[in-house]
Protein backbone atom coordinates (compact mmCIF):
# COMPACT_ATOMS: atom_id res chain seq x y z
CA UNK A 1 0.00 0.00 0.00
CA UNK A 2 1.37 3.55 -1.09
CA UNK A 3 1.85 5.55 2.12
CA UNK A 4 0.20 9.01 2.21
CA UNK A 5 2.10 12.29 1.83
CA UNK A 6 1.25 15.51 3.91
CA UNK A 7 -0.61 16.56 0.30
CA UNK A 8 -2.25 13.54 -0.14
CA UNK A 9 -6.06 14.00 0.16
CA UNK A 10 -8.28 11.82 2.35
CA UNK A 11 -12.14 11.44 2.95
CA UNK A 12 -14.07 10.37 6.00
CA UNK A 13 -18.11 10.02 5.38
CA UNK A 14 -17.77 11.82 1.81
CA UNK A 15 -15.97 15.19 3.56
CA UNK A 16 -13.20 15.20 1.18
CA UNK A 17 -9.97 17.05 2.83
CA UNK A 18 -7.57 18.58 -0.28
CA UNK A 19 -4.72 17.71 2.29
CA UNK A 20 -3.51 15.63 5.61
CA UNK A 21 -3.36 18.41 8.38
CA UNK A 22 -6.30 20.43 9.95
CA UNK A 23 -5.77 23.68 12.01
CA UNK A 24 -6.49 22.27 15.56
CA UNK A 25 -9.18 23.57 17.61
CA UNK A 26 -8.02 27.15 18.99
CA UNK A 27 -10.46 29.16 21.42
CA UNK A 28 -10.25 33.25 21.80
CA UNK A 29 -11.95 36.12 22.35
CA UNK A 30 -13.72 36.61 19.01
CA UNK A 31 -17.33 36.65 19.84
CA UNK A 32 -19.82 38.94 21.35
CA UNK A 33 -20.28 39.14 25.03
CA UNK A 34 -23.09 37.02 24.87
CA UNK A 35 -21.31 34.54 22.71
CA UNK A 36 -22.03 35.46 18.65
CA UNK A 37 -19.33 35.06 16.50
CA UNK A 38 -17.70 38.37 14.99
CA UNK A 39 -15.92 39.49 11.66
CA UNK A 40 -13.00 38.75 13.87
CA UNK A 41 -14.01 35.34 14.13
CA UNK A 42 -14.81 35.16 10.53
CA UNK A 43 -11.45 36.91 9.33
CA UNK A 44 -9.17 34.47 11.64
CA UNK A 45 -10.63 31.65 10.58
CA UNK A 46 -10.33 32.69 6.81
CA UNK A 47 -6.41 33.52 7.02
CA UNK A 48 -5.98 29.86 8.53
CA UNK A 49 -8.17 28.73 5.51
CA UNK A 50 -6.53 30.53 2.34
CA UNK A 51 -6.24 28.16 -0.70
CA UNK A 52 -2.59 28.85 -0.52
CA UNK A 53 -2.50 27.35 2.50
CA UNK A 54 -3.35 24.18 1.54
CA UNK A 55 -4.67 23.16 5.38
CA UNK A 56 -7.04 20.46 4.55
CA UNK A 57 -9.68 21.63 7.41
CA UNK A 58 -10.32 23.70 10.41
CA UNK A 59 -11.94 22.25 13.91
CA UNK A 60 -13.43 25.03 15.43
CA UNK A 61 -12.35 26.21 18.79
CA UNK A 62 -14.75 24.50 21.42
CA UNK A 63 -18.14 25.98 21.21
CA UNK A 64 -20.06 26.18 23.89
CA UNK A 65 -23.16 24.40 24.22
CA UNK A 66 -24.65 25.89 27.49
CA UNK A 67 -26.19 28.94 28.03
CA UNK A 68 -24.45 29.96 31.36
CA UNK A 69 -21.41 28.90 31.74
CA UNK A 70 -19.31 31.96 30.01
CA UNK A 71 -16.33 30.24 30.01
CA UNK A 72 -13.72 32.20 29.16
CA UNK A 73 -15.66 35.23 28.31
CA UNK A 74 -16.10 36.57 24.39
CA UNK A 75 -16.00 33.08 23.92
CA UNK A 76 -18.69 31.36 20.73
CA UNK A 77 -21.47 29.64 21.79
CA UNK A 78 -24.09 27.39 19.72
CA UNK A 79 -26.56 27.18 22.52
CA UNK A 80 -29.17 29.63 20.52
CA UNK A 81 -30.89 29.64 17.18
CA UNK A 82 -29.91 33.40 16.79
CA UNK A 83 -25.92 31.94 16.71
CA UNK A 84 -26.12 30.07 13.52
CA UNK A 85 -26.39 32.83 11.19
CA UNK A 86 -23.29 34.49 11.36
CA UNK A 87 -21.47 31.03 12.02
CA UNK A 88 -22.62 30.55 8.89
CA UNK A 89 -21.41 33.39 7.39
CA UNK A 90 -17.75 32.33 8.65
CA UNK A 91 -18.38 28.71 7.53
CA UNK A 92 -19.31 29.40 3.72
CA UNK A 93 -15.91 32.00 3.66
CA UNK A 94 -13.67 29.03 4.81
CA UNK A 95 -15.28 27.06 2.69
CA UNK A 96 -15.19 29.13 -0.44
CA UNK A 97 -10.96 28.80 0.03
CA UNK A 98 -11.50 24.92 0.01
CA UNK A 99 -10.90 24.08 3.58
CA UNK A 100 -13.16 22.28 5.47
CA UNK A 101 -15.22 23.39 8.41
CA UNK A 102 -15.71 20.91 11.09
CA UNK A 103 -17.59 22.39 14.25
CA UNK A 104 -16.60 21.23 17.99
CA UNK A 105 -18.92 21.41 20.57
CA UNK A 106 -17.81 21.04 24.39
CA UNK A 107 -18.84 22.56 27.94
CA UNK A 108 -16.09 23.18 30.38
CA UNK A 109 -18.20 22.44 33.01
CA UNK A 110 -16.57 22.31 36.77
CA UNK A 111 -13.48 23.80 34.63
CA UNK A 112 -15.46 26.91 33.86
CA UNK A 113 -12.44 28.90 33.95
CA UNK A 114 -13.95 32.77 34.05
CA UNK A 115 -17.04 34.54 34.24
CA UNK A 116 -18.72 37.56 34.83
CA UNK A 117 -19.62 36.95 38.39
CA UNK A 118 -19.31 33.69 40.36
CA UNK A 119 -22.08 31.21 39.59
CA UNK A 120 -22.99 28.05 40.97
CA UNK A 121 -23.41 26.58 37.89
CA UNK A 122 -20.15 27.38 36.90
CA UNK A 123 -19.00 24.81 39.42
CA UNK A 124 -21.26 21.47 37.83
CA UNK A 125 -19.58 18.38 37.10
CA UNK A 126 -19.11 14.92 37.90
CA UNK A 127 -19.31 14.95 41.48
CA UNK A 128 -17.92 17.65 44.25
CA UNK A 129 -14.19 17.75 44.62
CA UNK A 130 -11.82 20.83 45.16
CA UNK A 131 -8.96 21.48 42.05
CA UNK A 132 -6.93 24.37 42.85
CA UNK A 133 -5.64 25.15 39.64
CA UNK A 134 -8.45 23.96 37.46
CA UNK A 135 -11.86 25.98 37.26
CA UNK A 136 -12.10 28.60 39.72
CA UNK A 137 -15.10 27.55 41.66
CA UNK A 138 -14.04 26.49 45.35
CA UNK A 139 -15.47 23.33 44.92
CA UNK A 140 -17.27 21.14 42.09
CA UNK A 141 -21.23 20.52 42.79
CA UNK A 142 -22.81 17.04 41.00
CA UNK A 143 -25.42 17.54 38.17
CA UNK A 144 -28.03 15.76 39.19
CA UNK A 145 -30.10 13.61 36.58
CA UNK A 146 -32.39 16.63 35.30
CA UNK A 147 -28.93 18.78 34.53
CA UNK A 148 -27.69 15.67 33.10
CA UNK A 149 -30.98 15.07 30.88
CA UNK A 150 -30.64 18.95 29.95
CA UNK A 151 -26.76 18.63 29.50
CA UNK A 152 -27.29 15.96 26.83
CA UNK A 153 -30.83 18.07 25.49
CA UNK A 154 -27.56 20.70 24.75
CA UNK A 155 -25.62 19.18 22.85
CA UNK A 156 -28.12 17.61 20.93
CA UNK A 157 -29.87 20.85 19.76
CA UNK A 158 -26.29 22.61 18.90
CA UNK A 159 -25.44 19.35 16.86
CA UNK A 160 -28.29 20.43 14.65
CA UNK A 161 -27.29 24.03 14.37
CA UNK A 162 -23.77 22.88 13.65
CA UNK A 163 -25.42 20.73 10.30
CA UNK A 164 -28.16 24.40 10.09
CA UNK A 165 -25.08 26.43 9.71
CA UNK A 166 -23.23 24.19 7.10
CA UNK A 167 -20.81 22.85 8.82
CA UNK A 168 -19.12 19.63 7.41
CA UNK A 169 -18.98 18.09 10.44
CA UNK A 170 -19.36 17.97 14.06
CA UNK A 171 -16.65 17.24 16.73
CA UNK A 172 -17.91 16.23 20.42
CA UNK A 173 -15.03 16.73 22.78
CA UNK A 174 -14.46 14.73 25.28
CA UNK A 175 -11.23 15.95 26.29
CA UNK A 176 -9.45 18.79 27.82
CA UNK A 177 -10.92 18.11 31.26
CA UNK A 178 -14.32 19.52 29.88
CA UNK A 179 -17.56 18.63 30.90
CA UNK A 180 -17.79 14.90 29.71
CA UNK A 181 -14.01 14.34 30.60
CA UNK A 182 -15.07 15.08 33.95
CA UNK A 183 -17.51 12.09 33.81
CA UNK A 184 -14.93 9.80 32.21
CA UNK A 185 -12.15 10.77 34.96
CA UNK A 186 -12.63 8.52 37.64
CA UNK A 187 -10.44 11.37 40.07
CA UNK A 188 -13.44 13.36 39.26
CA UNK A 189 -16.06 10.92 38.75
CA UNK A 190 -17.25 9.77 42.00
CA UNK A 191 -20.81 9.09 41.66
CA UNK A 192 -22.40 5.84 42.26
CA UNK A 193 -25.45 5.79 40.17
CA UNK A 194 -26.11 5.48 37.02
CA UNK A 195 -23.39 8.03 35.77
CA UNK A 196 -19.90 6.69 37.64
CA UNK A 197 -18.77 3.53 39.67
CA UNK A 198 -17.80 1.84 36.59
CA UNK A 199 -15.99 2.23 33.30
CA UNK A 200 -19.37 1.95 31.31
CA UNK A 201 -21.28 4.04 33.79
CA UNK A 202 -18.79 6.60 33.59
CA UNK A 203 -19.16 6.51 30.14
CA UNK A 204 -22.69 6.74 29.72
CA UNK A 205 -22.80 10.44 29.60
CA UNK A 206 -20.69 10.42 26.89
CA UNK A 207 -22.56 7.88 25.14
CA UNK A 208 -25.96 9.87 25.43
CA UNK A 209 -24.57 12.66 24.21
CA UNK A 210 -23.16 10.53 20.91
CA UNK A 211 -26.82 8.86 20.62
CA UNK A 212 -28.83 12.54 21.04
CA UNK A 213 -26.33 14.22 18.78
CA UNK A 214 -26.48 11.57 16.08
CA UNK A 215 -30.21 11.42 15.74
CA UNK A 216 -30.15 14.97 15.08
CA UNK A 217 -27.68 15.20 12.57
CA UNK A 218 -29.10 12.01 10.57
CA UNK A 219 -26.83 9.03 9.65
CA UNK A 220 -24.81 10.83 6.46
CA UNK A 221 -23.45 13.47 8.72
CA UNK A 222 -20.03 13.55 10.09
CA UNK A 223 -19.51 12.96 13.69
CA UNK A 224 -15.95 12.89 15.86
CA UNK A 225 -15.20 12.56 18.99
CA UNK A 226 -11.99 14.42 20.62
CA UNK A 227 -10.88 11.80 23.32
CA UNK A 228 -7.76 11.96 25.38
CA UNK A 229 -5.99 8.87 25.14
CA UNK A 230 -4.71 9.11 29.07
CA UNK A 231 -5.33 11.56 31.81
CA UNK A 232 -2.04 11.59 33.51
CA UNK A 233 -3.94 13.48 36.56
CA UNK A 234 -0.65 14.17 38.04
CA UNK A 235 0.34 16.18 35.48
CA UNK A 236 0.46 19.21 36.16
CA UNK A 237 2.15 18.54 38.81
CA UNK A 238 1.55 21.68 41.08
CA UNK A 239 -2.06 20.94 40.93
CA UNK A 240 -3.95 19.73 44.12
CA UNK A 241 -7.46 17.79 43.88
CA UNK A 242 -8.98 16.58 46.76
CA UNK A 243 -10.31 13.92 47.98
CA UNK A 244 -8.24 11.49 47.18
CA UNK A 245 -9.82 8.40 44.88
CA UNK A 246 -9.41 4.69 45.36
CA UNK A 247 -7.74 3.62 44.43
CA UNK A 248 -4.82 5.91 44.45
CA UNK A 249 -3.79 4.96 40.58
CA UNK A 250 -7.27 6.29 39.78
CA UNK A 251 -6.46 9.69 41.33
CA UNK A 252 -2.89 10.25 39.93
CA UNK A 253 -3.37 8.68 36.42
CA UNK A 254 -6.86 8.73 35.99
CA UNK A 255 -7.69 6.69 32.67
CA UNK A 256 -5.31 4.87 31.30
CA UNK A 257 -4.93 3.42 27.24
CA UNK A 258 -6.45 0.17 28.42
CA UNK A 259 -9.87 1.89 29.18
CA UNK A 260 -9.97 4.58 26.38
CA UNK A 261 -9.45 2.25 23.54
CA UNK A 262 -12.36 0.91 25.32
CA UNK A 263 -14.18 3.80 25.02
CA UNK A 264 -12.72 4.18 21.55
CA UNK A 265 -14.53 1.24 20.57
CA UNK A 266 -17.66 1.43 22.23
CA UNK A 267 -17.81 5.25 20.01
CA UNK A 268 -17.06 3.08 17.03
CA UNK A 269 -19.91 1.22 17.66
CA UNK A 270 -22.22 4.17 18.27
CA UNK A 271 -21.89 4.94 14.81
CA UNK A 272 -18.97 7.46 15.33
CA UNK A 273 -16.68 8.18 12.40
CA UNK A 274 -13.82 9.65 13.61
CA UNK A 275 -11.39 9.71 17.14
CA UNK A 276 -9.83 13.01 17.42
CA UNK A 277 -6.64 11.91 19.70
CA UNK A 278 -4.51 13.96 22.66
CA UNK A 279 -3.91 13.41 26.08
CA UNK A 280 -3.99 15.38 29.03
CA UNK A 281 -6.55 16.42 31.61
CA UNK A 282 -7.37 19.74 31.82
CA UNK A 283 -6.32 23.06 29.60
CA UNK A 284 -3.51 23.87 29.80
CA UNK A 285 -1.46 20.66 30.87
CA UNK A 286 1.52 18.93 29.93
CA UNK A 287 0.80 16.31 27.78
CA UNK A 288 -2.02 18.04 26.10
CA UNK A 289 -0.14 20.92 24.99
CA UNK A 290 3.54 19.53 25.31
CA UNK A 291 6.18 22.77 25.62
CA UNK A 292 7.79 25.10 27.85
CA UNK A 293 6.00 25.90 31.02
CA UNK A 294 4.10 29.08 30.12
CA UNK A 295 4.36 30.29 34.12
CA UNK A 296 3.93 34.38 32.77
CA UNK A 297 1.26 33.39 31.10
CA UNK A 298 -0.60 31.21 33.92
CA UNK A 299 0.06 34.13 36.47
CA UNK A 300 -1.59 36.46 33.99
CA UNK A 301 -4.00 34.27 33.96
CA UNK A 302 -4.61 33.62 37.50
CA UNK A 303 -4.13 37.27 38.71
CA UNK A 304 -7.14 38.40 35.51
CA UNK A 305 -10.02 35.72 37.32
CA UNK A 306 -8.96 36.17 41.42
CA UNK A 307 -12.00 38.36 42.00
CA UNK A 308 -13.90 35.10 41.26
CA UNK A 309 -13.17 33.21 44.55
CA UNK A 310 -11.42 32.52 47.87
CA UNK A 311 -9.77 29.32 45.70
CA UNK A 312 -8.54 31.78 42.87
CA UNK A 313 -7.46 34.13 44.89
CA UNK A 314 -5.06 31.94 46.92
CA UNK A 315 -3.93 30.20 43.63
CA UNK A 316 -2.92 34.02 41.90
CA UNK A 317 -1.45 34.68 45.52
CA UNK A 318 0.53 31.53 45.43
CA UNK A 319 1.79 31.93 41.55
CA UNK A 320 2.65 35.84 42.17
CA UNK A 321 5.27 34.35 45.00
CA UNK A 322 7.23 32.92 43.09
CA UNK A 323 10.44 34.23 41.26
CA UNK A 324 10.31 33.71 37.50
CA UNK A 325 13.57 31.77 37.31
CA UNK A 326 12.45 29.11 40.17
CA UNK A 327 8.87 28.52 38.94
CA UNK A 328 10.25 27.67 35.83
CA UNK A 329 12.52 25.05 37.48
CA UNK A 330 10.27 23.86 40.04
CA UNK A 331 6.65 24.23 38.51
CA UNK A 332 7.64 23.54 35.32
CA UNK A 333 8.53 19.29 35.94
CA UNK A 334 7.43 17.85 33.37
CA UNK A 335 6.70 20.44 30.57
CA UNK A 336 8.81 19.77 27.80
CA UNK A 337 8.31 19.83 23.42
CA UNK A 338 7.69 15.99 22.40
CA UNK A 339 7.95 16.19 18.53
CA UNK A 340 4.28 14.26 17.72
CA UNK A 341 3.85 13.32 20.97
CA UNK A 342 0.53 11.75 21.27
CA UNK A 343 1.30 9.92 17.87
CA UNK A 344 1.79 6.68 19.45
CA UNK A 345 -1.59 7.01 21.25
CA UNK A 346 -3.64 7.59 17.84
CA UNK A 347 -1.38 4.44 16.66
CA UNK A 348 -2.90 2.51 19.20
CA UNK A 349 -6.77 3.81 18.11
CA UNK A 350 -6.13 3.56 14.59
CA UNK A 351 -4.89 -0.21 14.87
CA UNK A 352 -7.79 -1.56 17.45
CA UNK A 353 -10.88 0.48 16.73
CA UNK A 354 -10.30 0.87 13.09
CA UNK A 355 -11.96 4.33 12.27
CA UNK A 356 -10.09 7.64 10.95
CA UNK A 357 -7.77 8.66 13.43
CA UNK A 358 -6.43 12.44 14.21
CA UNK A 359 -3.47 12.77 15.87
CA UNK A 360 -3.24 16.02 17.98
CA UNK A 361 0.04 18.13 19.52
CA UNK A 362 3.43 18.72 18.70
CA UNK A 363 3.64 18.47 15.16
CA UNK A 364 5.50 21.57 13.06
CA UNK A 365 8.26 19.59 11.15
CA UNK A 366 7.66 18.27 8.28
CA UNK A 367 9.32 14.88 8.74
CA UNK A 368 7.21 14.24 11.92
CA UNK A 369 4.25 14.64 9.98
CA UNK A 370 5.37 12.48 6.95
CA UNK A 371 6.29 10.33 9.75
CA UNK A 372 3.21 9.87 11.31
CA UNK A 373 1.02 9.55 8.64
CA UNK A 374 3.63 7.12 6.69
CA UNK A 375 4.05 5.10 9.82
CA UNK A 376 0.03 4.51 9.85
CA UNK A 377 -0.15 6.36 12.80
CA UNK A 378 -3.04 8.48 12.40
CA UNK A 379 -5.19 9.63 8.90
CA UNK A 380 -4.41 13.04 9.72
CA UNK A 381 -2.76 15.44 11.75
CA UNK A 382 -4.26 18.38 13.54
CA UNK A 383 -1.96 21.48 14.34
CA UNK A 384 -2.71 24.00 16.76
CA UNK A 385 0.47 26.54 17.99
CA UNK A 386 2.45 26.26 14.90
CA UNK A 387 -0.11 27.15 12.92
CA UNK A 388 -0.73 30.27 15.04
CA UNK A 389 2.60 31.22 14.41
CA UNK A 390 2.57 30.49 11.19
CA UNK A 391 -0.91 30.31 9.37
CA UNK A 392 1.24 29.24 6.32
CA UNK A 393 2.94 26.61 7.17
CA UNK A 394 1.84 24.40 4.99
CA UNK A 395 2.79 26.91 2.28
CA UNK A 396 6.38 26.80 2.93
CA UNK A 397 6.12 22.96 2.97
CA UNK A 398 4.54 22.76 -0.47
CA UNK A 399 7.56 24.87 -1.81
CA UNK A 400 10.47 22.77 -0.33
CA UNK A 401 10.96 25.31 2.56
CA UNK A 402 10.37 25.74 6.15
CA UNK A 403 8.92 28.62 8.29
CA UNK A 404 11.97 31.13 8.83
CA UNK A 405 10.51 31.92 12.09
CA UNK A 406 8.68 28.49 13.39
CA UNK A 407 6.92 27.72 16.96
CA UNK A 408 9.11 27.79 19.66
CA UNK A 409 6.64 25.99 22.20
CA UNK A 410 6.60 28.54 24.89
CA UNK A 411 3.14 28.20 25.06
CA UNK A 412 2.45 31.73 25.76
CA UNK A 413 -0.76 31.91 23.43
CA UNK A 414 -2.56 29.26 25.41
CA UNK A 415 -2.48 31.01 28.52
CA UNK A 416 -2.98 34.40 27.33
CA UNK A 417 -6.36 33.71 24.55
CA UNK A 418 -8.56 33.66 27.27
CA UNK A 419 -7.78 37.18 28.28
CA UNK A 420 -5.73 39.14 25.55
CA UNK A 421 -6.43 39.01 21.56
CA UNK A 422 -5.25 35.05 20.44
CA UNK A 423 -1.68 35.07 18.82
CA UNK A 424 1.73 34.26 19.44
CA UNK A 425 3.04 36.00 22.01
CA UNK A 426 6.97 34.63 21.90
CA UNK A 427 8.54 37.89 21.43
CA UNK A 428 11.70 36.30 20.38
CA UNK A 429 10.25 35.37 17.10
CA UNK A 430 10.04 38.72 16.17
CA UNK A 431 12.01 41.64 15.42
CA UNK A 432 10.07 44.20 18.13
CA UNK A 433 7.31 43.64 20.35
CA UNK A 434 6.03 46.34 17.69
CA UNK A 435 6.00 43.23 15.23
CA UNK A 436 4.53 41.02 17.27
CA UNK A 437 1.89 43.15 18.22
CA UNK A 438 1.15 44.36 14.38
CA UNK A 439 1.01 40.03 13.75
CA UNK A 440 -1.48 39.75 16.58
CA UNK A 441 -3.66 42.68 15.92
CA UNK A 442 -3.35 41.08 11.99
CA UNK A 443 -4.67 37.82 12.74
CA UNK A 444 -7.99 38.70 12.98
CA UNK A 445 -8.25 41.80 10.57
CA UNK A 446 -9.49 41.34 7.36
CA UNK A 447 -6.05 43.37 5.55
CA UNK A 448 -3.64 40.52 3.63
CA UNK A 449 -1.17 39.89 5.58
C1 LIG B 1 -4.58 29.64 21.82
C2 LIG B 1 -5.09 28.24 21.95
C3 LIG B 1 -6.44 28.00 22.13
C4 LIG B 1 -6.92 26.69 22.19
N1 LIG B 1 -8.27 26.48 22.31
C5 LIG B 1 -8.73 25.21 22.29
C6 LIG B 1 -10.13 24.97 22.29
O1 LIG B 1 -10.95 25.90 22.29
N2 LIG B 1 -10.55 23.68 22.30
C7 LIG B 1 -9.67 22.63 22.27
O2 LIG B 1 -10.11 21.48 22.25
N3 LIG B 1 -8.34 22.84 22.23
C8 LIG B 1 -7.87 24.09 22.24
N4 LIG B 1 -6.52 24.30 22.19
C9 LIG B 1 -5.59 23.15 22.12
C10 LIG B 1 -5.16 22.90 20.67
O3 LIG B 1 -6.27 22.53 19.88
C11 LIG B 1 -4.09 21.79 20.58
O4 LIG B 1 -4.65 20.59 21.01
C12 LIG B 1 -2.85 22.07 21.40
O5 LIG B 1 -2.37 23.36 21.13
C13 LIG B 1 -1.76 21.03 21.07
O6 LIG B 1 -1.48 21.03 19.70
P1 LIG B 1 -0.14 21.77 19.14
O7 LIG B 1 1.01 21.07 19.79
O8 LIG B 1 -0.19 21.56 17.65
O9 LIG B 1 -0.23 23.19 19.53
C14 LIG B 1 -6.02 25.60 22.12
C15 LIG B 1 -4.66 25.86 21.96
C16 LIG B 1 -4.19 27.15 21.86
C17 LIG B 1 -2.72 27.37 21.61
Not at 167 to 175: F, P, Q
Not at 399 to 424: D, F, H, M, Q, Y
Request: aromatic share 10%; charged share 25%; hydrophobic share 40%.
Amino acid sequence: MERPGIFDAFAIKGVGFRSRVLRSSLGGRMATYDGQVTPAWRNFERRFARAENRLGGIISATIDVDDKRMSPLEYPKLSHDRFIGPLAEGIRAVQAEGCRYIVQLGDPGGHTQASLLSEDADGKSASRTFDLFFGYRNTTSPMTPEEIAAEVDAFRSAALRVRQAGADGVEITASKGYILHQFLNPATNRRRDAYGGSEEKRFRLLKEVVTAVRAAVGQDYLVGVRLSAEDFNYLPMYNIRLPLAWPLRDHFMGNRLETTLRYGQWLADLGVDYLHIDSGFGFVNPKGSPGQYPFEGLRLFCNSVRHLSAKAAVRATLLNLWPTGLARRVLGVGWQIRPAANAHYARAFRRQVKIPVIANGGFQELDKIEGALAAGDCDLVAIGRPLLANPDLLAYYANGEKPIRPCTWCSLCCTRTAVLPIGCYDISRFDSQAQMQDQILRLSSDHSA
